[in-house]
């Protein structure tokens, strides 16, 4: 295969060392210090370490590459505006860490630890956003399906690891502030707004959701079209993200008030998808699309800098 300029850096060892210093340049201009994110910036470096344990541990693309990590990392700054959330931040982070775990599991149906690790940190995610809760069948779906791993044990697992963030925090909470406080997390729950309701969301998310579909659907594409070079455990992989991030899509779409928690999952659903198809391919159309690709995410990313910053 013809080697272009993706491909040189799609497997370049300077790639992901260029992309943190891309990253850390971005939350500076965004006023990391003035406004100190210390915790939301130590949360990303962890979320990024985990996608790149992501990609080693389970051999996302099948040469050498750091692109995942790193298109996570520049994506992530591209949606520079959900810098300043504690819960996201912490959420997107449990996240990556279920997928490892779950990952890790594959076709163990005795798994039952790490089963029960993976849905303990996804309850924390769902203290942070409740919404993430109404996903959890898709994970049970995705176990069955596509992990080999479902049975009554790691069933019973999940559930045990998913109610034992509420175990231990909501005792604290019930004996500081009462059993009344704790039943309010789980109202929103049955609340939903009016639907497609788009003039709720700034320009910036709007192009930022609109950038992240085109990449999404582009990544699917490309993985649907060249998933017979890929063994069977990669291919089950990369169909719970696709399928994820189109749940997740469909689901901004109708209830976009919940769009930082949803694109922060774009996010780590996507990033997958589009360093393989930057990656594995090597025609003049990719390449193109590729310095597209950078051009677009610079100039958007400029954008909400712009907008979204308190140095500016």
């Given amino acids: 295969m013809r080697k272009l300029a993706q491909n040189k850096v799609s497997e370049s060892t300077l790639t992901f060392p260029l992309s943190l210093l891309y990253a850390t ?21 962890v979320t990024t370490i985990l996608m790149l344990q992501l990609n080693k541990l389970h051999v996302l693309i099948r040469i050498y590459s750091r692109m995942v990590s790193s298109t996570f990392l520049v994506l992530s ?9 504690i819960p996201g ?14 990952f890790t599991s594959y076709q163990d149906e005795k798994a039952t630890g790490k089963v029960f690790y993976a849905f303990m940190v996804y309850g924390i995610a769902s203290m942070a956003y409740v919404h993430i809760l109404f996903l959890v069948p898709l994970l049970w779906l995705f176990m069955a399906k596509y992990l080999s ?10 559930v045990i690891g998913l109610l034992t963030p509420y175990w231990i925090i909501g005792t ?17 729950l049955a609340t939903f707004h009016q639907p497609f309701d788009f003039g709720i969301l700034s320009i910036s998310q709007m192009a930022t959701f609109t950038l992240m579909v085109i990449l999404m659907l582009t990544g699917i594409v490309h993985f649907i079209n ?3 070079a890929e063994n069977i ?11 994820m991030d189109l749940t997740v899509a469909v689901f901004l779409f109708i209830q976009p008030q919940h769009y ?16 393989h198809y930057f990656t594995l391919t090597s025609t003049k159309l990719t390449n193109a699309s590729f310095f597209l690709f950078i051009v677009t995410v610079l100039m958007l990313t400029a954008y909400n800098l712009w907008n979204t910053s308190s140095l500016f």
């Fill in 172 to 188: 604290w909470l019930i004996y500081h502030y009462g059993i009344d406080e704790w039943p309010e997390h789980f109202m929103p």
């Fill in 77 to 85: 700054c591209c949606a520079c505006f959900l810098f300043p959330s």
């Fill in 260 to 275: 930082d928690l949803l694109m922060r999952m774009m996010l780590i659903n996507t990033a997958p998808l589009i360093a």
């Fill in 149 to 158: 791993l479902l049975s009554i044990r790691t069933w019973a697992a999940s």
């Fill in 25 to 45: 340049a971005i939350w500076l201009l965004c006023g990391v210090i003035q406004e100190e994110w210390w915790v939301q910036i130590a949360c990303m470096a």
């Fill in 226 to 228: 060249k998933s017979y």
């Fill in 89 to 102: 931040a912490i959420a997107s982070m449990c996240i990556v860490m279920a997928y490892i775990l779950l």
């Fill in 233 to 243: 455990r990669t291919r089950m992989f990369y169909s719970i993200f696709i399928w």
